[in-house]
């Protein structure tokens, strides 16, 4: 069975810029979870989603968003990126809520 | 607020054993777990453990948890080069997927 996938897994932008990360989970599994990744901060909780909802969220300004679709494939969003945005975002992907995670190998995000 | 700590930095010989400790505050947790990051790449499961048990074992891989002193180890026994790596203790928090992870600790294996 294929892992998690993200794409892309490497991407430069400047300031004030958007950017939008995508994941695709495990087969058969329906949530999925992303968490940033910096030096400074470590890993920290960004959101879940579940059938398509937000079920939780961590404390990340409103200019972090994100999406799942029907087919459990999820996005995210970072919209005027700052230079302390620059970080790996990991993705993961779970059976169900309170399940295992699953993470994919992270999209590596450079804000110049 | 939930909260783990990890030691920063261990250093072993290839063929010794490797023990890295965790401590967390939140004792809901039904699972708790060890993730792998290697280089430039995103985390590997390593094992978990249910909080209703003591000990856990997965070949080269131990895991002990102390529910009393909220303290969780990881024992790697015959470590390897290939080990070489950080590790992640985590605990799913708020009754969903969000996990809390340690700070991480860098394993570093040397002849």
């Known amino acids: 069975k294929a892992g998690v996938t993200q794409t892309p897994r490497y991407l430069i932008k400047t300031r004030g810029q958007q950017v939008t990360l995508s994941c695709s989970p495990i087969?058969?599994?329906?949530?999925v979870s992303w968490y940033q990744q910096t030096p400074g901060q470590g890993l920290q909780f960004l959101f879940e989603?579940?059938?398509?909802?937000?079920?939780n969220k961590g404390n990340f300004p409103g200019r972090f968003s994100g999406r799942q679709f029907s087919n459990s494939r999820s996005e995210m969003n970072v919209s005027t990126l700052e230079l302390g945005d620059s970080a790996l975002y990991l993705c993961a992907s779970s059976f169900t809520l309170q399940e295992t995670q699953y993470f994919g190998p992270g999209t590596r995000l450079l804000v110049l | 607020g939930e909260d783990v700590e990890q030691s920063l930095f261990l250093s072993v010989r290839e063929g010794d054993s490797s023990v890295i400790n965790c401590t967390y505050t939140?004792?809901?947790?039904?699972?708790l777990y060890w993730y792998k990051q290697e280089p430039g790449a995103g985390l590997q499961l390593l094992t978990y453990i249910f909080s209703n048990m003591d000990m856990k074992q997965d070949q080269r891989l131990t895991v002990l948890l102390n529910k009393k002193d909220k303290h969780l180890s990881l024992r790697i026994a015959d470590t390897q080069t290939g080990d070489s790596a950080i590790y992640f203790c985590?605990?799913?928090?708020?009754?969903?997927?969000?996990?809390?992870f340690g700070a991480g600790t860098r394993l570093a294996v040397h002849p």
């Open positions: 087969s058969g599994h329906r949530s």
């Open positions: 939140d004792s809901s947790s039904t699972y």
């Open positions: 989603y579940f059938s398509e909802t937000q079920r």
């Open positions: 985590a605990f799913p928090s708020g009754g969903y997927n969000k996990l809390i």
